[in-house]
């Protein structure tokens, strides 16, 4: 992963064969607890907040340029 989200920044979760899945969120916090950091959400079409490890939520994630 080069880019490292920053609160405020918009991004694309995109799933290889499963475009219905597809969605966009806002990144609302990113903090570490011990060796490990965590980065809270909130997706843009209904607004629910979820957290998860860094490197799972960006898995299929992508910084969003076309929102």
Do not use: C
């Not at 920044?9 to 966009?24: E, I, N, V």
């Amino acid at each position: 992963m080069t880019t490292q989200p920053q609160v405020g920044s918009l991004w694309a979760r995109r799933y290889p064969g499963a475009p219905k899945h597809d969605s966009y969120f806002r990144v609302a916090g990113v903090f570490t607890v011990g060796e490990t950091t965590y980065i809270e959400t909130e997706d843009l079409e209904d607004g629910g907040l979820s957290r998860g490890r860094l490197e799972h939520v960006l898995e299929f994630a992508e910084p969003a340029s076309d929102i």
